[in-house]
């Protein structure tokens, strides 16, 4: 990739000529890589969706393996912040080596520099530069006292463009070196972490300080920060962040909702919950979708709109991710040794049909989730949930994109207050191949209705029903049909089944004003 030239007045480019070159700078990005391919007149394949492979020789002893970034090599960059600090390549058939040598004490951050070099960003105070051939060079200049640099990134204007959390401040440094850092803009009290180019031509970055935000800086240093406000989920806890295929910028949630999220150029943000996971690094992959590592055991794919696969690999706790010139997906692996994993996009399964949301959509009535027809997977038809060793149901209704807690049946019923939200059911089936995959697809959304108000409590006597047998719940409820009130429940040892009604009071058939309590004795061992 070449550095942009200076230009006079006259000879500067029109708005869109500059979107254009951006794109193009952006498309680089994301698979830097491949211009090794190309110069070989080669071209490497995927391998086949949810492939592992792992790699460790070559790797340093006391490794503390930490993010990863494709280089206009071919090969694959990474930082150690292990026992021997160092920055490490790996080429597509996994052959590695580290070079320490003047790589600082915190590599952490790594990107594709616009000059064909790979750089870095070290928590102890510096952004660093590595050359194809392994020689690392260091700069601090300009940088101020307690700089931490922590995410690093290509910027549209020949820079790169860095997190500096130590600083409370974005930063920018040129291919020569020269720094500059931005702080007026910023939430107060901010904690930007990391950072990735949008397709608008601008850099994108996390805050996960005092008010949690995901940022955005233009070229010329003019900051804009969007929080819940704009979508942001409560609790929320943004730590990776990275461009999309659909001209997004994605970023992983660690709140308290994990979550994959979503901001538009505008700032508009949507989150997927992806519960049980810790998802970390993320990026684009080859294969049109957004890929993330996930710190609780796999790699995750979600597709533009929000379905989301897992991968799961055990003993393994993935951190960083990036996207290989062979079109996998790269990963360090922080779990046991310490690895460079591998893991193929192939061609993915597909649901047949979205799911749908079925029923009247009133308030008060039975909406049920008719769930999708899935494709085998390498011949191998989709278990449905509940899975017993997985923890969790295979439905979950929605209402307005976020879980509704417990509410993990094939059907729901909404509530009055629920009247005008929308409401979603997800599905989500498990392929037990040899890798065990599980994946999901959300229905579209329907807008739930006001339902009809309830009819007044008759004002003449009413007759109490026979209740004595039945289930409690089953007791409860044509008790309460019946315009009357469930009384005190006592339990009592019976050879009946446990939960069944010994007796009620008052008997069935007696006559008593609507409302008055019906008393129950129910079964125990």
Not at 217 to 228: A, Q
Not at 453 to 476: H, R, W
Request: overall charge positive; aromatic content about 8%.
């Amino acid at each position: 990739m070449l550095t942009r030239p200076r230009l006079t007045a006259a000879a500067r480019p029109t708005p869109a000529a500059v979107t254009r070159k951006w794109r193009a700078r952006l498309t680089l990005f994301l698979l830097a890589a491949a211009l090794a391919l190309f110069a070989s007149g080669g071209a490497a394949a995927a391998a086949p969706l949810g492939q592992i492979n792992e790699f460790s020789a070559g790797l340093n002893s006391g490794r503390i393996l930490q993010l990863i970034a494709p280089g206009a090599d071919g090969n694959l960059w990474f930082t150690d912040q292990g026992s021997t600090p160092a920055i490490g390549r790996i080429t597509p058939s996994g052959a590695i080596h580290e070079f320490s040598t003047g790589a600082g004490t915190g590599p952490y951050g790594i990107a594709p520099g616009p000059d064909g070099n790979v750089w870095f960003a070290d928590g102890a105070g510096a952004i660093g530069r590595i050359t194809p051939s392994g020689t690392i060079t260091e700069f601090s200049s300009g940088l101020p006292a307690g700089s931490i640099p922590q995410g690093i990134a290509p910027g549209p204007d020949g820079n790169l463009w860095f997190t500096d959390p130590g600083a409370k401040a974005i930063g920018r440094i040129t291919p020569s070196g020269v720094i500059n850092e931005f702080s007026n803009g910023l939430n107060p009290n901010p904690n930007p972490q990391l950072i990735a180019p949008g397709a608008d031509g601008n850099l994108w970055f996390v805050d996960d300080g005092t008010t949690r935000a995901i940022g955005r800086i233009t070229p010329s240093g003019v900051i804009t920060e969007f929080d819940n406000t704009n979508g942001l989920n409560a609790n929320s806890t943004p730590f990776f962040i990275a461009p999309g295929p659909d001209g997004n910028v994605w970023f992983t949630d660690l709140g308290t909702t994990r979550a994959i999220g979503r901001i538009t150029p505008t700032g508009t943000i949507t989150e997927f919950p992806n519960p049980g996971s810790a998802p970390s690094a993320i990026a684009a992959g080859a294969d049109g979708n957004v890929w993330f590592a996930d710190n609780a055991g796999g790699i995750g794919r979600i597709t533009p709109w929000g379905d989301i696969t897992e991968f799961s690999i055990a003993s393994s706790q993935p951190f960083g991710i990036a996207s290989g010139a062979d079109g996998s997906l790269w990963f360090t692996d922080q779990a046991g040794t310490q690895i460079i994993g591998r893991i193929g996009t192939g061609s993915p399964a597909a649901s047949q049909a979205l799911p749908q949301v079925v029923g009247s959509g009133q308030a008060g009535t039975r909406q049920s989730c008719l769930g999708d027809r899935w494709a085998d997977w390498a011949g191998v038809p989709p278990s449905s949930s509940p899975f017993a060793f997985a923890g969790f149901d295979g439905y979950q209704w929605l209402l307005d994109g976020k879980p509704l807690l417990g509410k993990t049946g094939r059907s729901y019923t909404p509530t009055q207050a629920q009247a005008g939200h929308l409401l979603s059911c997800r599905l989500t089936v498990t392929y037990p191949l040899p890798l065990l995959v599980t994946t999901s697809a959300t229905s579209p959304a329907v807008r739930v209705l006001a339902g009809p108000p309830k009819p007044p409590p008759p004002s003449l006597p009413c007759v109490v029903p026979n209740v004595i047998g039945k289930k409690l719940a089953k007791a409860k409820e044509a008790i309460t049909d019946a315009h009357f009130k469930v009384g005190k429940v006592k339990k009592k040892k019976s050879s009946a089944k446990p939960g069944r009604v010994l007796s009620q009071k008052p008997g069935a058939g007696a006559v008593r004003s609507a409302g008055s309590k019906v008393a129950l004795v129910v079964s125990k061992h």
